[in-house]
């Protein structure tokens, strides 16, 4: 029998053709030696599987419909792992990967039992990782394992108060990957431990989640305001703020002041790299988190001037969006 470099056409995007004809039929075939060996650059091919399990995952992102959202969950994920057989160091397909495991829970293996809102994230922890383990320099990869950790703070932040509070929390999973807890049942001593585990792990995810956003700003970035790509670049930022303005949950008066003029900073980054022609919404969104942040600082002015400036770009735009204490300080001072 010929070797199958032997039979193998020259040129790459022929080689991945045969590849992927051959899997269903040789599954003897060793894929993983294939690509290692075979594909020193990105054939067309390869591109155009992730393009049709991203636009899955796109279509799954913005439907309505749980139950259509969940199968196009599970076919891009299945478009995937087929993707990764046929090239086992595509980096960007475990990233995309990592974002369905943090968007939905069809990675998990018992679903019977399952919280819907539970996600696996270690595995999308894992996955970013393999990412950037290949593409180190890829700034997207930093910024998805940011928000995965924003994830795991926010809900250890919750799961931690539910045992403090004793409260709601008869499938407490207090590190969101970890063991199981029914807090009622715990005792004093183990009620501590768990307390005090929480909050080194709420500590830890914060510090990395700030770390990764940072990490894909830089590797993002040209030079002073100069950017790979600017939408990105804004995109962190904005997301780098909302996660201070949400961790101000978790701090201390003088603590949680600090953490909202961080937010107001990166909020002025972002409208700065913003372009209101292109990503209408975007735009809008940073000013009204600006405005709401700017309130909670009590600096009234500086939140009516966003206002203002959100009315000059949509006169019809509905501020009862805002919480009831915002919406009550934008009514008595704009």
Do not use: W
């Not at 080194?200 to 770390?211: C, E, G, K, T």
């Not at 990105?232 to 949680?256: D, G, I, P, V, W």
């Amino acid at each position: 029998m010929k070797s199958i470099k032997a039979i193998l056409p020259i040129k790459n995007s022929l080689k991945i053709s045969l590849l992927i004809s051959l899997l269903p039929l040789c599954p003897y075939i060793n894929p993983a030696i294939l690509a290692n060996e075979y594909f020193n650059s990105e054939p067309e091919e390869l591109k155009s599987l992730y393009r049709d399990a991203n636009s899955k995952y796109v279509q799954a992102f913005v439907s309505s419909d749980p139950e259509k959202q969940k199968e196009l969950y599970k076919i891009a994920l299945k478009k995937i792992n087929f993707l990764l057989k046929v090239a086992p160091r595509y980096s960007k397909a475990f990233y995309l990967r990592s974002k369905i495991k943090l968007k939905t829970n069809i990675t998990i293996k018992d679903q019977k039992n399952i919280d819907p809102s539970f996600r696996d994230l270690q595995g999308a922890i894992d996955d970013t990782k393999k990412a950037i383990d290949i593409d180190p320099d890829n700034y997207k990869f930093y910024d998805t394992r940011a928000e995965i950790y924003e994830e795991l703070f926010s809900r250890t932040l919750i799961d931690r108060d539910k045992a403090k509070n004793n409260t709601g929390c008869s499938n407490l999973r207090i590190n969101a990957i970890g063991r199981y807890y029914d807090c009622k049942e715990l005792n004093d001593q183990t009620r501590s431990e768990i307390l005090s585990e929480g909050t080194f792990l709420i500590n830890m995810y914060h510090i990395a989640s700030l770390r990764n956003y940072d990490k894909s700003i830089s590797l993002n970035k040209l030079g002073k305001d100069n950017y790979k790509d600017k939408h990105q670049a804004s995109s962190a930022y904005f997301n780098k703020a909302m996660f201070y303005f949400r961790s101000t949950l978790f701090f201390n008066e003088k603590s949680h002041n600090k953490a909202l003029k961080n937010a107001i900073l990166n909020l002025n980054q972002a409208i700065k790299l913003s372009s209101f022609k292109k990503y209408r919404i975007h735009h809008i969104n940073i000013l009204r988190m600006r405005a709401i942040t700017f309130f909670r600082l009590n600096n009234l002015k500086a939140a009516c001037d966003d206002i203002n400036l959100i009315k000059g770009f949509d006169p019809s735009y509905d501020f009862k969006k805002f919480r009831s204490d915002d919406f009550k300080k934008y009514k008595d001072n704009c």
